[in-house]
């Protein structure tokens, strides 16, 4: 089941929005059954056949905190620049590290606010995915000011929006788009091993100057590139969920189980 699968989680980021309720990093806080955010992430990865050599987490804010947290569960490499850096120099440095110690592999990247409701996601999408395409693990449920995809009947996706779907949809072209293809981003992507290597060129090609606007996010490596990356839906409605606000942040602080 395992089929030489690795994962980056990207949790390097301060959390500004919940600094008025929590200052220990998003994917530290825990629920009512004492799981985190990041227990969900590692236990259903850990469900999936990845063992700690398998995954890297990159961390920055709170770094001796997070990784007594961790505990030798997962690999970790600091962003030490984390302050004044976006997500984007995270990735790369887990990117870096794990394309210089993998041969072939797969590979998920992670949000670290993210909460896996159901352990068997991973399982699930990797017995699911038999032809190993690469996927965004997707909703159809609404957000608001996240990343969107439009995908065409096979589930090809062939646009990515950064805001609100019905205002950047009303683009100059004025061209009408099928509101039963957008779904959003659950913060969950996978991309096989021949992806992985166009990946790896596109960063070669990125020039240090466009890591502060044109590549401000992880996402932005195929937001930028769907031209050379073929990533298809993989649909987790109900079974994720995202800490991007204090409303997020108190449902699961008072949510059970998830373990």
Request: aromatic fraction near 12%; glycine fraction near 4%.
């Amino acid at each position: 089941m395992k089929r030489n699968v690795k994962a980056i989680i990207v949790a390097a980021g301060i959390g500004s929005r919940l600094m008025k309720v929590t200052q220990i990093p998003k994917c530290m806080i825990t629920n009512k059954s004492n799981i985190s955010v990041l227990d969900t992430i590692i236990n259903s990865l850990n469900n999936a056949g990845l063992n700690e050599s398998d995954i890297i987490v990159v961390s920055g804010y709170q770094h001796s905190l997070l990784c007594d947290h961790i505990n030798g569960r997962t690999r970790i490499i600091h962003n030490d620049s984390y302050y004044c850096t976006n997500n984007f120099t995270s990735f790369k440095l887990g990117f870096t590290d794990f394309i210089n110690n993998s041969v072939d592999n797969n590979l998920f990247v992670i949000d670290a606010d993210t909460v896996i409701h159901d352990s068997s996601v991973f399982r699930n999408f990797l017995e699911l995915n038999t032809e190993n395409k690469s996927h965004a693990l997707l909703t159809s449920r609404y957000k608001i000011d996240e990343w969107y995809y439009l995908t065409d009947s096979s589930d090809l996706v062939t646009r990515i929006f950064k805001h609100n779907p019905e205002i950047s949809f009303a683009d100059e072209t004025q061209k009408k788009y099928d509101s039963s293809r957008i779904f959003t981003s659950t913060g969950l992507t996978y991309f096989n091993c021949n992806d992985i290597h166009i990946i790896n060129n596109i960063l070669r090609e990125i020039h240090v100057e466009s890591t502060n606007n044109y590549y401000s996010y992880w996402d932005d490596v195929f937001f930028h590139n769907l031209d050379r990356i073929k990533l298809y839906r993989f649909d987790i409605t109900d079974l994720t969920s995202e800490i991007d606000s204090v409303k997020d942040y108190e449902m699961f602080i008072n949510s059970e189980s998830y373990g």
